[in-house]
C-alpha cells in the first residue's frame, strides 16, 4: 500500500482475552485477534519504561478464543527462542493459532529456526528489538518465509537508550528499517495506535503518528492500550472505524499536508522528549 491507496489492507492486531472485546473485534473485521505470552526476561527490560506491561495471557487462553475468533487470523505473540520453542510453537498452533510473532531475536539462525518450527502453519511475523537484529537486518529480511516486519517501539528505544518510544518513531532510523523491509518485499509495521478523536491524556496526538504510519508506508500496528482507555465494548465500531478513516485520509491527501503533519508529529515528539529525564 503506498500514499494515495486506501487503507484496506493495514492490518490491526489486538491482543486480549476478554470474550466482550474479542467479539467486536471479529465483528468490526480486525485481521488478526489474539494474546501474548511473552515473559521471559521482559520485566528486567522494561523497568525503565513509564508504563510497563507485563502480559498475564496464557496459551490456555486460546480455547476461549478460538471459537469466537472466526474470520480474523488467531494471533499468539511468542516468548523469544529458548529449550520449550517449539512446545510454544506445537501448543499455539494446536490451539488454533494462525498468526504467530517472534519477539527479541538477534541473529538470523534464530529467524530460521522460529521458521523451521512452523513449518508453513502459520503467518511468522517478526518483532526487531534488539541491536543484533538491527545490524544484521539485510540477513534477516533475506531469509524466505518472513511474513512481516513490525518494530517494537519500547524495547528498540530502550536498547538505543533514548527518552521515549515515540523519539524511535520519529527518527530517520525508522525510515532506515521501513526502507529495507520494502526493499526486501516484506510488510512493515511498527507500534500502536489509538483512536484520533479521543486524544486527552496521549502524550503527542494520534492523527499526527497516523499522519507517520502513511509517511513509511506501514501496514500495521497494534491497537495500544490508550485505545481502550474509558471505551466500552459498545463503542469500540465507532472508534474503530475513525481511526480507518484517519488513515485513509493520510493515505490519500497530498504530500504536502502529509509532509506538514508529519513535521508537526517531529516537533510534539521533540517537545515530550526535552521533558523527559535522561534514562539511566
Known amino acids: 500500500m503506498r500514499p494515495g491507496e486506501p487503507a484496506s489492507d493495514f492490518k490491526l492486531t489486538l491482543l486480549s482475552r476478554d470474550p466482550a ?13 489474539g494474546i501474548d505470552i511473552e515473559g521471559l526476561g521482559k520485566s528486567g527490560r522494561q523497568r525503565a519504561l513509564h508504563d510497563p506491561w507485563i502480559s498475564d495471557h496464557r496459551l490456555e487462553d486460546l480455547t476461549v478464543l478460538a471459537p469466537l475468533v472466526r474470520h480474523a487470523r488467531l494471533f499468539v505473540r511468542l516468548n523469544p527462542i529458548h529449550p520449550a520453542t517449539s512446545v510454544e510453537i506445537e501448543g499455539a498452533i494446536a490451539g488454533g493459532a494462525r498468526s504467530l510473532m517472534l519477539p527479541q531475536f538477534s541473529e538470523p539462525q534464530e529467524v530460521e529456526q522460529f521458521i523451521r518450527l512452523v513449518g508453513g502453519r502459520a503467518e511468522c511475523l517478526l518483532l526487531l528489538e534488539t541491536l543484533g537484529a538491527l545490524a544484521r537486518i539485510d540477513d534477516i529480511l533475506a531469509i524466505r518465509g ?8 519500547n524495547d528498540l528505544s530502550l536498547s538505543l537508550r533514548l527518552r521515549h518510544p515515540l523519539e524511535l518513531a520519529a527518527s530517520p532510523l525508522l525510515d532506515f528499517i521501513a526502507g529495507r523491509a520494502r526493499s526486501a518485499g ?3 509495521g511498527f507500534g500502536g495506535v489509538a483512536d484520533p478523536s479521543r486524544g486527552s491524556g496521549l502524550p503527542v496526538p494520534a492523527d499526527l503518528l497516523l499522519a507517520r504510519y502513511a509517511e513509511l508506508d506501514a501496514r500495521s500496528a497494534w491497537l495500544s492500550r490508550s485505545f481502550f482507555r474509558d471505551l466500552a465494548p459498545a463503542n469500540f465500531p465507532a472508534s474503530l472505524a475513525t481511526l480507518r478513516q484517519r488513515l485513509i485520509h493520510w493515505r490519500t491527501c497530498d504530500s504536502e499536508e502529509r509532509s506538514l503533519a508529519t513535521g508537526r508529529f517531529r516537533a510534539a515528539v521533540r517537545a515530550l522528549v526535552h521533558a523527559e529525564a535522561p534514562r539511566p
Do not use: A, K, N, S
Open 21 to 33: 472485546w474479542i467479539i467486536q473485534g471479529e465483528q468490526c473485521g480486525l485481521e488478526r485477534i
Open 146 to 153: 518472513i511474513d512481516e516486519l513490525m518494530v517494537g517501539l
Open 186 to 188: 516484506v510488510p512493515f
